[in-house]
């Protein structure tokens, strides 16, 4: 009995410190959104914009919960770029953390704007690069060559399981007699398709074909 009365008496005594406790109001009642620096980091180039020169900026509506996890992420305004778009979206939703704003004490849900900006200037080029072939003299376009055009077409060359290959341009020269003598030349070669597992798979090349008058090149 002694030991139950000395309990009681001890939770009683307790009880007034708690209320007071939970009756205390918090530090700050109301903070704004702000975004957790470390993770706010640039989402990695698709390879496929970089060998076809994609830039542009992608401006996207995020929806964040109250823990501070994105929950949602659409694009208000494309960058051009579909690829790009949809990087931007994957990389904020995988990446991107924020410190939830608080309204009476209490994290809040909420949505907000962001922009980010796809600057081939800014990209570092740590990943494969496509192949670079500057065209045999005797295959320049004589109109182009009396206009003096030049330019880099990139290409990309569909190999397919049994060896056929289809020539596309991805991006052009500006010159369309440059362009259509890359695929023709493009046509003339003979490319082995990647295995897997001991099959033969479709197989896509990237090439920048370069036309120039330059003689030193």
Not at 87 to 116: F, G, Q
Not at 138 to 156: C, F, S, T
Request: net charge neutral; hydrophobic share 40%; with cysteine.
């Amino acid at each position: 009995m002694r030991s139950l009365l000395m309990i009681a008496l001890l939770l009683m005594g307790a009880t007034p410190a708690l209320a007071q406790e939970a009756d205390k109001p918090c530090a700050a009642p109301n903070q704004p959104l702000r975004p957790v620096m470390a993770t706010h980091t640039i989402p990695p180039y698709p390879e496929m914009s970089v060998m076809t020169n994609e830039e542009g900026t992608t401006l996207l509506e995020v929806a964040i919960g109250a823990d501070g996890m994105p929950t949602d992420a659409s694009v208000a305004n494309s960058s051009g770029s579909l690829r790009l778009d949809g990087a931007a979206i994957d990389y904020v939703k995988s990446t991107w953390r924020w410190n939830a704003p608080v309204v009476n004490c209490k994290p809040v849900a909420v949505r907000t704007r962001i922009s980010i900006k796809w600057d081939l200037r800014d990209r570092v080029n740590t990943g494969p690069q496509p192949v670079t072939i500057t065209m045999d003299d005797k295959d320049y376009p004589a109109g182009a060559r009396q206009r003096h055009e030049q330019g880099n077409v990139i290409l990309m060359l569909l190999v397919a399981p049994d060896g056929q290959m289809t020539p596309r341009v991805m991006t052009g020269s500006g010159f369309p007699e440059l362009d259509e003598k890359s695929l023709e030349v493009a046509r003339r070669w003979h490319l082995t398709p990647a295995t897997l597992e001991g099959r033969a798979v479709l197989t896509s090349v990237f090439l920048i074909s370069v036309w120039s008058l330059d003689p030193k090149k």
